[in-house]
């Protein structure tokens, strides 16, 4: 199970790596909701995270994930403990701040351009950022961490680029054939009357040759072989056809 569940986060790793030109180090956008269920699991993310994703990472938060659990109480203490020690990245709310959860999202833009990872339990999170391509979703179920596999509006995102990348070129490509093969068949057209032209002209390089042979000495010779062969070989016809019922006779 264990070493399946490897295979599919790496199989997803390169998805992302691939389509969304994600990097190392990778960045771990975390929230409250993640450390708290860390912090239940004995999971050490500092130690398992770089373990499961095969590569480096950079763990971080906002500042309003951090405000969200200081409101929250003595219950998220240890949460907050663990919350703090991560990077803590700018988000807009510095004066005023926002739901973790509202933060989040914010973080991703509408195309995740700082290429976030995002570790959560919130599903308000969850849902909101399925609605935006390439976030890797990482949470805690029975005791492990998950990379979630690629979302739907993920896929959806590669494939209409894919077929982006391959419909127009593809449409010009045929159209290109089309029309070579237009101008090939003209081409074709023009080549073969060119060439009955040439066929009327041909007799030039071929007398060229004859020339040529005529000028050498010893082909006049074989020439002249060739036609007494010929004739021989004539008159042996002949001779075997007339001689061919006398021979069978004997
Ligand atoms: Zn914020």
Same mark, same amino acid.
């Given at each position: !199970?264990?070493?399946?569940?490897?295979?599919?986060?790496?199989?997803?790793?390169?998805?992302?790596?691939?389509?969304?030109?994600?990097?190392?180090?990778?960045?771990?956008?975390?929230?409250?909701?993640?450390?708290?269920?860390?912090?239940?699991?004995?999971?050490?993310?500092?130690?398992? !995270?770089?373990?499961?994703? !095969?590569?480096?990472?950079?763990?971080?938060?906002?500042?309003?994930?951090?405000?969200?659990?200081?409101?929250?109480?003595?219950?998220?203490?240890?949460?907050?403990?663990?919350?703090?020690?991560?990077?803590?990245?700018?988000?807009?709310?510095?004066?005023?701040?926002?739901?973790?959860?509202?933060?989040?999202?914010?973080?991703?833009?509408?195309?995740?351009?700082?290429?976030?990872?995002?570790?959560?339990?919130?599903?308000?999170?969850?849902?909101?950022?399925?609605?935006?391509?390439?976030?890797?979703?990482?949470?805690?179920?029975?005791?492990?961490?998950?990379?979630?596999?690629?979302?739907?509006?993920?896929?959806?995102?590669?494939?209409?680029?894919?077929?982006?990348?391959?419909?127009?070129?593809?449409?010009?490509?045929?159209?290109?054939?089309?029309?070579?093969?237009?101008?090939?068949?003209?081409?074709?057209?023009?080549?073969?009357?060119?060439?009955?032209?040439?066929?009327?002209?041909?007799?030039?390089?071929?007398?060229?040759?004859?020339?040529?042979?005529?000028?050498?000495?010893?082909?006049?010779?074989?020439?002249?072989?060739?036609?007494?062969?010929?004739?021989?070989?004539?008159?042996?016809?002949?001779?075997?056809?007339?001689?061919?019922?006398?021979?069978?006779?004997?």
């Amino acid at each position: !199970m264990k070493i399946k569940r490897q295979k599919q986060a790496k199989k997803t790793i390169s998805f992302y790596k691939f389509n969304f030109s994600f990097r190392e180090p990778f960045q771990i956008l975390i929230d409250g909701t993640f450390c708290q269920a860390a912090l239940k699991n004995k999971i050490q993310i500092k130690e398992q !995270m770089p373990k499961y994703l !095969m590569g480096e990472v950079q763990l971080c938060t906002t500042n309003c994930a951090l405000k969200e659990l200081e409101t929250l109480g003595k219950e998220l203490y240890g949460a907050k403990i663990i919350l703090q020690r991560f990077q803590v990245r700018r988000c807009p709310h510095f004066k005023s701040p926002v739901p973790a959860s509202e933060c989040l999202l914010s973080m991703l833009e509408e195309t995740n351009p700082h290429h976030y990872f995002v570790a959560t339990q919130d599903h308000t999170v969850t849902a909101g950022l399925k609605k935006i391509p390439g976030v890797p979703l990482l949470y805690i179920i029975l005791n492990t961490i998950v990379l979630d596999k690629p979302c739907k509006t993920s896929l959806d995102h590669v494939q209409a680029v894919q077929l982006g990348e391959l419909v127009s070129p593809a449409q010009q490509q045929s159209i290109r054939s089309l029309k070579e093969e237009q101008g090939i068949a003209q081409k074709d057209g023009e080549r073969r009357g060119k060439k009955r032209k040439r066929k009327q002209s041909n007799p030039n390089p071929l007398s060229c040759l004859k020339k040529k042979k005529k000028g050498v000495p010893t082909p006049s010779l074989k020439k002249t072989e060739q036609g007494q062969k010929r004739k021989r070989s004539r008159h042996k016809k002949q001779k075997d056809d007339m001689s061919a019922p006398v021979v069978t006779n004997t």
